[in-house]
């Protein structure tokens, strides 16, 4: 079964810190491109960093300089270190990826099931 689960969210005071993690089941060969989203309420959902399959990030400008996407190919996970937390920052967030299943099939923008992140103020 292919599945993408995101852990690490939780309750953090402005200023701290946290890091999101975005596993490939074992049923998936590996991890393409993949990139975090959030959505707070009210809002629509938006990128928040990319990372592509050689390694080249991508980011919102709001987050530049406190937010840093990484990749463990071995590990089929994703990472998002969140610094310097702002209230703002609170919402759900959300993995994506391109997800090699087999030699021959690739499933494009599979979404995991997303992690709250709340940041007190």
């Known amino acids: 079964q292919v599945q993408l689960v995101e852990s690490g969210g939780g309750l953090v005071q402005a200023g701290g810190s946290l890091i999101l993690s975005c596993t490939a089941s074992r049923s998936t060969f590996s991890i393409k491109a993949a990139g975090w989203y959030r959505q707070a309420p009210g809002k629509e959902r938006a990128l928040v960093a990319s990372?592509?399959?050689?390694?080249?990030?991508n980011y919102a400008d709001s987050v530049k300089g406190r937010f840093t996407i990484s990749r463990d190919d071995a590990k089929k996970t994703v990472y998002l270190q969140m610094n310097n937390l702002k209230y703002e920052d609170t919402a759900v967030y959300y993995c994506?990826?391109?997800?090699?299943?087999?030699?021959?099939?690739?499933?494009?923008?599979?979404w995991g099931q997303g992690t709250q992140v709340t940041v007190s103020s």
């Open positions: 990372i592509s399959s050689d390694g080249s990030t």
């Open positions: 994506a990826a391109d997800l090699v299943i087999s030699p021959f099939r690739t499933i494009r923008d599979y």
